[in-house]
Nanobody, 124 residues
Framework: QVQLVESGGGLVQAGGSLRLSCAGS????????MGWFRQAPGKEREFVAA????????LYADSVKGRFTISRDKDKNMVYLQMNSLKPEDTAVYYC?????????????????WGQGTQVTVSS
């Protein structure tokens, strides 16, 4: 059984930064890609960023490219999302997910394990 627990969310002013963390436990996820998604009130869940099993390949949504950085520490079973230059439209619940294989993809259907989410609120 894979368990994913997100942390690091909170309230921040526009232009500020936050670093989200995702801790994995249970069966190893070092061979799988990992991703971050987000869901704002009244909107569908959307892709934010993904990193391949090796950590070499990364993929970003256009809306966060250049502002967010995804990384992973395979030894610690951790995945991170560094978020800079935050905007009010980044406000959402952010979810960590484990992919079904090792390749970074942006579609939710390619992920099979999800965390409970962490709230990020950006004030204007």
């Amino acid at each position: 059984q894979v368990q994913l627990v997100e942390s690091g969310g909170g309230l921040v002013q526009a232009g500020g930064s936050l670093r989200l963390s995702c801790a994995g436990s249970g069966r190893t996820f070092s061979s799988y890609a990992m991703g971050w998604f987000r869901q704002a009130p009244g909107k569908e869940r959307e892709f934010v960023a993904a990193v391949s099993w090796s950590g070499i390949q990364s993929l970003y949504a256009d809306s966060v490219k250049g502002r967010f950085t995804i990384s992973r520490d395979k030894d610690k079973n951790m995945v991170y999302l560094q978020m800079n230059s935050l905007k009010p439209e980044d406000t959402a619940v952010y979810y960590c997910a484990r992919a079904k294989d090792g390749w970074a993809r942006g579609t939710p259907q390619t992920y099979d394990y999800w965390g409970q989410g962490t709230q990020v609120t950006v004030s204007s």
